[in-house]
């Protein structure tokens, strides 16, 4: 059995999340590959150095192709050379034409309920490449019951048709150099947003919460982590507007040093967003003993369980209450330290991994079923 994988997503020098999703998946099947279930992984671009050795039964296929890799270049090379007997796409897009059975990982709807966080030529593959990779594959992997249920609901999908397969979690990092500038700009008690600026991350929220809790506790700054999404500018009017750019502190992209720092350095780590289909900066904010406050929207609630406080996305004031109540009850905050540590165990790549390759040899066995 030869297992073809889509490996783009990997291909790429700063990950965020679906990259890492992939990266972990082909450590994986490099792990597991052997005589009988091998692997080819389809390229754009010649794989980085990070990226899993080859070996005798895991091997990289360049297939040269700027635009529309996947719905010309990629089917092209597949038809001509059929050297797989199923495909895997880690992320929404499968080959126009495929001469093999295909399993597909959608990670979220976002792009249908907030088409205007997207440029206009991405939002046009992902609602109409999207459409067609739901309608033509074998078989779906949702990576949560609330993705699972968007599916269903906006494509008419049997549920039988998907798995739920968990995104996993690990990252050990050291605080090692790097830091010393971080230390001296943010040396005051600190709130802490990890994530793209975006009008669906619900930034605005945030901003205006902070600045009512910022009254009551104005040693507090708010550092907003992430790299400029889609119509960010709104984000930067609000903190001018509130008058708090002297208090709110925008980083863009940080490095996974930087980022270690900040999750283990803040009052609290907060999640506003209004719509998520997994969610793991929750996750990554427990692993490093920091205190979640998440939007109760979407999948945030199934992925933070009891180990987060919760809040309405669209109140400010429910979001400053909450700031409060973990400010002045210190035992709270501790709690969910602890119920953070307790739920970042239940997600590994590991079982990510396991899980998906189980779905992807059952697809090919069940094929003249």
């Given at each position: 059995?030869?297992?073809?994988?889509?490996?783009?997503?990997?291909?790429?020098?700063?990950?965020?999340?679906?990259?890492?999703?992939?990266?972990n998946?082909?450590?994986?099947?490099?792990?597991?590959?052997?005589?009988?279930?091998?692997?080819?992984?389809?390229?754009?671009?010649?794989?980085?150095?990070?990226?899993?050795?080859?070996?005798?039964n895991?091997?990289?296929?360049?297939?040269?192709?700027?635009?529309?890799?996947?719905?010309?270049?990629?089917?092209?090379?597949?038809?001509?050379?059929?050297?797989?007997?199923?495909?895997?796409?880690?992320a929404?897009?499968?080959?126009?034409?495929?001469?093999v059975?295909?399993?597909?990982?959608?990670?979220?709807?976002?792009?249908?309920?907030?088409?205007?966080?997207?440029?206009?030529?991405?939002?046009?593959?992902?609602?109409?490449?999207?459409?067609?990779?739901?309608?033509?594959?074998?078989?779906?992997?949702?990576?949560?019951?609330?993705?699972?249920?968007?599916?269903?609901?906006?494509?008419?999908?049997?549920?039988?048709?998907?798995?739920?397969?968990?995104?996993?979690?690990?990252?050990?990092?050291?605080?090692?150099?790097?830091?010393?500038?971080f230390?001296?700009?943010?040396?005051?008690?600190?709130?802490?947003?990890?994530?793209?600026?975006?009008?669906?991350?619900?930034?605005?929220?945030?901003?205006?919460?902070?600045?009512?809790?910022?009254?009551?506790?104005?040693?507090?700054?708010?550092?907003?982590?992430?790299?400029?999404?889609?119509?960010?500018?709104?984000?930067?009017?609000?903190?001018?507007?509130?008058?708090?750019?002297?208090?709110?502190?925008?980083?863009?992209?940080?490095?996974?040093?930087?980022?270690?720092?900040?999750?283990?350095?803040?009052?609290?780590?907060?999640?506003?967003?209004?719509?998520?289909?997994?969610?793991?900066?929750?996750?990554?904010?427990?692993?490093?003993?920091?205190?979640?406050?998440?939007?109760?929207?979407?999948?945030?609630?199934e992925?933070?369980?009891?180990?987060?406080?919760?809040?309405?996305?669209?109140?400010?004031?429910?979001?400053?209450?909450?700031?409060?109540?973990?400010?002045?009850?210190?035992?709270?905050?501790?709690?969910?330290?602890?119920?953070?540590?307790?739920?970042?165990?239940?997600?590994?790549?590991?079982?990510c991994?396991?899980?998906?390759?189980?779905?992807?040899?059952?697809?090919?066995?069940?094929?003249?079923?």
């Open positions: 059995m030869i297992i073809g994988v889509d490996g783009n997503e990997a291909n790429v020098t700063k990950r965020v999340g679906v990259s890492f999703y992939c990266l998946l082909l450590y994986y099947f490099k792990k597991k590959s052997h005589e009988k279930i091998r692997f080819v992984v389809y390229l754009k671009n010649k794989p980085l150095e990070d990226l899993p050795k080859e070996n005798s895991f091997k990289y296929r360049v297939v040269p192709g700027k635009f529309l890799w996947s719905q010309v270049f990629l089917p092209l090379d597949l038809l001509i050379h059929r050297k797989i007997n199923i495909f895997f796409s880690p929404h897009y499968t080959p126009k034409f495929c001469p059975p295909t399993i597909v990982t959608i990670h979220d709807l976002s792009f249908l309920y907030y088409p205007g966080d997207f440029l206009k030529k991405d939002l046009y593959k992902l609602v109409n490449w999207t459409k067609e990779s739901i309608k033509k594959v074998n078989k779906i992997i949702a990576v949560s019951k609330t993705t699972k249920k968007d599916i269903v609901k906006e494509y008419d999908v049997d549920e039988n048709k998907i798995e739920v397969i968990y995104n996993g979690y690990e990252k050990d990092i050291k605080i090692l150099g790097g830091t010393n500038k230390k001296s700009v943010f040396n005051k008690p600190f709130i802490l947003y990890v994530g793209t600026l975006q009008p669906r991350k619900n930034i605005a929220t945030l901003i205006q919460s902070f600045a009512m809790f910022n009254k009551i506790y104005p040693t507090y700054e708010l550092i907003i982590a992430g790299k400029k999404g889609w119509m960010y500018k709104q984000i930067f009017n609000e903190v001018v507007d509130l008058g708090l750019d002297k208090k709110v502190f925008f980083t863009d992209y940080v490095s996974d040093k930087q980022l270690a720092f900040l999750y283990r350095n803040a009052f609290c780590f907060v999640l506003p967003s209004l719509y998520e289909g997994f969610g793991i900066p929750i996750l990554e904010a427990m692993s490093f003993d920091c205190p979640v406050i998440s939007s109760f929207s979407s999948s945030l609630s992925i933070g369980s009891d180990a987060c406080l919760y809040f309405d996305p669209k109140n400010p004031n429910d979001l400053k209450e909450k700031f409060i109540e973990l400010k002045e009850n210190d035992n709270l905050r501790k709690d969910l330290i602890i119920k953070g540590k307790k739920r970042v165990k239940n997600f590994s790549w590991e079982s991994a396991k899980q998906t390759l189980d779905v992807i040899i059952k697809a090919y066995e069940d094929k003249d079923n």
